[in-house]
Each structure stands twice: as C-alpha cells, then as structure tokens.
C-alpha cells in the first residue's frame, strides 16, 4: 500500500506540474467492456496498443491490464520496447481521471522518495449512481492507489469527486477547468465554487482557476472535461477547440471560452493567447459501430447510432519530446491540427494517431487513456540547481 500524507500539499511544497515537464513514465489501462467498446474492444485495443508504441519512443509506459485480459495485451504488446504490462482489476481503462493525480516537491527537506506522491481523488463515474457511465466502479476506485502502492510513492487522499480530465494546469500556479463539470451537482453538491477552488490551490500548488462556463459540444458523458476543450501549451498560452461555423453548437462554446481568456490574466499577471485548434467532422456514430456495443443488462450508459462524438484535436498527450494527438480520418482538420500542433510545440515530434476515433466512440480520446507520472524533480540547494 502506498503511504498515506496528512496535511496540505501546497504547504508543504507539492504542485502539480506542467504535463510538458519530465515524465518518469505514462500509465495507461486496457480497455475490455463489451458495453462499452465494440466487438469486445477488438478495436480499441488496437487503438490503445496504437498509443502505447507511440508514447514508448518517447518515455516509458506502464500498461495495466485485468487477469482475464492479461495474456491478450502481452500478446499484442509482445516485443515493443519501452512497454511494460502489470495486472491490474478495473472497472474500465480511463486512467486520466480514475489513476492519481501526480505532484511534485522541489524542497530539499523532503527525501528523495517522497519527492514524487499522488493524489487519490474521490472518482464516482462521472456523475454517480444516477449519472454515472456505469453502475459499478468500485475497482476503478483502487486504481489510484495501486499505482502509487506499485510505485512505492506516498499517497494524498481526497474526499472531493474529481477527475483529471477536468483540469489542466501550467506548472507556475495557474489550472483551468469547466463549471459544466466542476460546478455539476453531480460531483460535490454540497461545496461551493469558492469552497472547490480552494481545495484545487490546497492541492494542485496553484494560485488562480480560471473558470471556463462550458466544455466541448456532446462530451456528455464527462459533462463538460477541460481536456476535450483547451489546455495549456506553455504558460500563458492555450490551444482552444474550434470551430468557424456559427451553426454548430460548439461555436457558441468556443466564443464563450474565447471571451473569458480576452480578459483573464494568469496567476502570474500575463494575459493569455489563445490558439485556435480547429475540430473534426461533426463526426457521428454509425449503425455498425453502434451494433458491435453490448450493452444486454444495461449496466453502462448506451451508445446510440447517429450521437455526435466528442471529437476533439486537443485531447492528446505531452510525452518527453512528442506530442501523440489524435487524428479522426478527417484529411482536411486532421492535416491542419498536425500543422498547428508542430507549430505550438516545435521542439517535440508530432504523432497522430488513426485509430483514435475508436477511443472517441467509447467516450474520450488519447488524454483520458494516458497518466503521466512526472520525473524526480532538480533540487535546488542554496539556490543553485
């Protein structure tokens, strides 16, 4: 088990870092609901296996997969360098926002084995048991846990519902995230917005939440996730989900969250740029895709033929020196995307991933699969590095 810290990590000189900052490794699940992925997740295992070798040439990965679906994923693993696979149960494989949130501690009076520790939020499937993508997720709630037991890092644990698809912060003490998900009655009803934030600066190290009113068009599943909207590139500099059609329902969004940047300043007083980050499609769920989901007791919520997928170029990951970004078979938004990845980060290497609209059909994209685990941070004594 993971060691417990009491107290408040802020003071004791813990932050969550920026996702471009040093990775140890990067975490991922494996993916097997037949309720949730199609064709007992043939395909999204490809999509995952997809994401793991691209991430690997880069840093690190650990792939957790369950005792029924272990020999599977080192079967389709098997000589892949860089990639290792522990069992691990789980309810499903989102281990963006069921895995810990890492943070960091620079002090030289911390040992260096507690340099890096965890936050174990409290994950109640997005929305609980009248809301939640699925009726139990009492496996999903350990996951946390695990990995920093695997890991052997000491453990923040927290009663406040949070998932890390829903912030996204710059590593000098600013985060941002949604009032749709935040603020939903579904998560924390009895805390207030002052009340959340508080526990976000207590937490996370940062000193200002810039509140977007709304994430992406359709992402209902985890009402309203920064991580499909807009993130951080480098402070004081966002890339925004977009569009240019003033009939799609995603315009009125993205001018609403346009507008809070116009005016917002970050923690350290800079006004913010914003770099638009145009979406696919609209893309949609077909008949076939939605036939291959078996969902015969009803237990996870339905994948319906004809919903509008939550897809979205800005839910990819930061690995050390790639940037692994979806791509949705769009040739037109999906070329246009890698151009303004590779000019927002144009010392990383840009990898787009095909098979990422299997991960959209199950509810998320390449951010909500991946867990980075940040490296050991330099300690800075007597004020030299």
Request: with cysteine; proline share 6%.
């Amino acid at each position: 088990m993971a060691m417990e810290f009491e107290g408040n990590p802020s003071a004791m000189g813990y932050r969550m870092p920026a996702e471009w900052q040093p990775h140890q490794q990067c975490w991922m699940g494996w993916p097997e609901r037949p309720d949730n992925w199609r064709e007992n997740a043939l395909f999204g295992q490809r999509a995952f296996v997809e994401i793991a070798t691209a991430i690997s040439q880069f840093e690190p990965v650990t792939v957790c997969a369950s005792a029924a679906q272990y020999e599977t994923a080192c079967n389709l693993l098997q000589n892949r360098k860089n990639i290792r696979i522990v069992e691990m149960s789980m309810n499903d494989a989102w281990f963006r926002d069921s895995g810990p949130t890492f943070v960091v501690c620079d002090k030289e009076s911390i040992p260096k084995e507690h340099r890096v520790a965890g936050i174990t939020w409290t994950f109640n499937c997005w929305g609980g048991p009248a809301e939640g993508c699925y009726s139990d997720w009492s496996l999903d709630l350990l996951v946390g846990r695990k990995i920093l037991g695997l890991e052997r890092l000491p453990r923040f644990p927290h009663q406040m519902v949070l998932e890390g698809g829903s912030i996204h912060v710059d590593g000098e003490g600013t985060c941002i995230t949604t009032e749709e998900c935040l603020l939903n009655p579904n998560r924390n009803p009895d805390m207030s917005k002052e009340e959340i934030e508080n526990e976000l600066k207590m937490y996370l190290g940062v000193r200002k939440v810039i509140w977007l009113p709304r994430g992406l068009y359709g992402d209902d599943d985890t009402n309203g996730h920064i991580d499909n909207l807009c993130c951080f590139v480098k402070p004081a500099v966002v890339l925004l989900s977009w569009t240019d059609d003033k009939k799609d329902p995603q315009y009125e969004r993205s001018v609403e969250a346009l507008s809070v940047f116009s005016s917002a300043t970050d923690a350290n007083g800079r006004k913010i740029e914003v770099i638009k980050l145009h979406v696919p499609g609209p893309l949609y769920m077909t008949d076939e895709e939605a036939n291959g989901i078996q969902n015969v007791d009803e237990t996870a919520i339905p994948r319906l033929a004809g919903a509008r997928l939550a897809a979205s170029y800005v839910n990819f990951y930061i690995a050390n020196g790639g940037i692994i970004a979806p791509a949705f078979g769009d040739e037109k938004w999906d070329k246009e995307a890698f151009h303004v990845l590779s000019s927002a980060f144009p010392e990383h290497k840009v990898v787009m991933i095909q098979t990422a609209r299997e991960i959209c059909l199950g509810g998320g994209n390449v951010h909500c699969i991946t867990q980075q685990q940040p490296a050991i941070p330099t300690i800075k004594m007597n004020n030299k590095a």
